[in-house]
């Protein structure tokens, strides 16, 4: 019989509170996990577009995105491979902003975010809506890495990190819901992190 | 948590407005290989047994696991492991099936020895034929092949141990 396996010293017995469950804190790490290659995509050419359920459907250039009011986003990720990164901030602008621009109709109930890789996850539209979710590009005073997203991608840190979706090209709003990427292959529909919504079913 | 913001006003409540024109399709990065079980059937977790360790290198050991509920898997797949201490504490990883399907009832996982792994190390520094293990899958469905068309598996380290599962899948298929 094996010894039983036990807290390991460097764990502290007092675990962090800001540690959802079955997740451990990475410290200052940040993984990089991508489905797809990683697109170098410039800002002379990038755009970022909201359409389908709005009022006015609108695409945003670079230099029109850095023109928005800016906001801050300080706390904590979590990604579903069980690491969290604790204490970190992003830069960039809100959605509330972004979606307020076109004017959402009244029908819409949730958008899927696409990226300029191909990507796509869906989202309630209330998981988007009410100062939860940004498109930044900057993490801790920095510009985004490429590796991470760069030159801009979505943050909803609320939910499971592949929510937020890296080269980020635009969000579609919807009527229904509509399975995104890794939704269609096992991975739970919303993905909250504190109910352990890991994969399809949870 | 955040930088007070100035909310764009309120939405007025508008007519319906006539049918939107045709939007462009969203992109995708490839089809769907394989998708969840129908109506998001949850894996549960189970209790495994290990019937076989194998030392492949001093970093690299293989699990040989019987497993009640035999969910069988797609070459590329993985596991959860979970392991509990006795204070409640637990820890989970995802490793990756190393054999080639079957009926999901024997599987082998490969793993990694990482020097500050605190699964990994108890793995490899404990676990003996005999012991149960909480495991739960399979999961994934992208970084799978299912043997039907070419493939170039190009890899290194504990990334060759989805690879395994599809040469051996291959060679089993003939």
Redesign the interface.
């Known amino acids: ?8 010293g ?2 502290p ?1 007092q ?1 962090d509170p800001r540690l959802p469950p ?1 997740q ?1 804190d990475t410290g200052s790490s940040f993984p990089v996990l991508t ?2 290659v990683t697109p170098r995509l410039s800002t002379n050419s990038w755009t970022f577009r909201v ?3 709005v ?1 006015a459907p609108r695409t945003w250039t670079w230099a029109e995105l850095l023109e928005l ?1 800016r ?5 904590d990720i979590h990604c579903v ?2 690491w969290s990164r604790l204490g970190t901030s992003f830069r960039g602008v ?1 959605v ?2 972004l ?3 076109v ?5 819409a109930t949730h958008v ?1 975010a ?7 996850t869906n989202l309630p539209l209330a998981d988007v809506t009410g ?1 939860k979710a940004w498109v930044v590009w900057e993490h801790e005073g920095k510009p985004l890495p490429v590796e991470h997203g760069g030159p801009a991608r979505l943050l909803v840190p609320h939910l499971y990190f592949w929510k937020s979706a890296k080269w980020v ?1 635009g969000l ?1 709003v919807l009527d229904h819901d509509e399975p995104g ?2 939704e ?3 991975y739970h ?1 919303r993905g909250d992190p504190w109910l352990e919504q890991r ?4 | ?3 007070p ?5 309120p ?1 007025l ?2 007519p ?2 006539p049918e ?1 024109p045709e ?1 462009p399709e ?5 089809p ?6 129908a ?5 549960e977790w189970q209790l495994a047994t290990v019937v076989a360790v194998r030392r492949e290198t001093p970093r690299m050991s293989t699990f040989r696991l019987h497993c009640p509920a035999g969910h069988p898997h797609v070459p590329g797949q993985h596991m959860m492991v979970r ?5 409640g ?6 490793y990756s099936i190393a054999s080639a399907p079957g009926d999901g009832r024997e599987i082998e996982l490969m793993v990694e020895r990482l020097d ?1 792994g ?1 699964v990994s190390a ?1 793995l490899h520094d ?3 034929v ?2 149960q293990l909480e495991v739960r899958g399979p ?5 799978v092949w299912s043997g039907r068309e070419p493939a170039l598996l190009v890899g290194g380290g504990s990334g060759v141990v989805p690879l395994m599962s599809m040469l051996r899948h291959h060679r089993a298929a003939g």
């Open positions: 019989m094996a010894n039983p396996f036990r807290r390991p460097s764990r017995a675990r079955g451990y489905a797809e359409d389908g359920l009022e009011p906001s801050r986003f300080d706390g491979t069980t809100s509330d902003e979606l307020g621009a004017s959402v109709r009244p029908a899927v696409w990226s300029h890789s191909g990507y796509t100062g090209g579609r990427f890794w269609t292959r096992g529909d994969y399809s079913g949870d | 948590m955040t930088e913001l100035d909310r764009p006003p939405l409540e508008l319906e407005l939107l939007l969203l992109p995708a990065l490839g769907v290989t394989r998708r969840p079980p109506g998001g059937a949850r894996r392991l509990r201490a006795p204070d504490y637990s820890a989970s990883r995802s500050d605190e108890y404990e676990l003996r005999g012991d999961f994934g469905g992208w970084f």
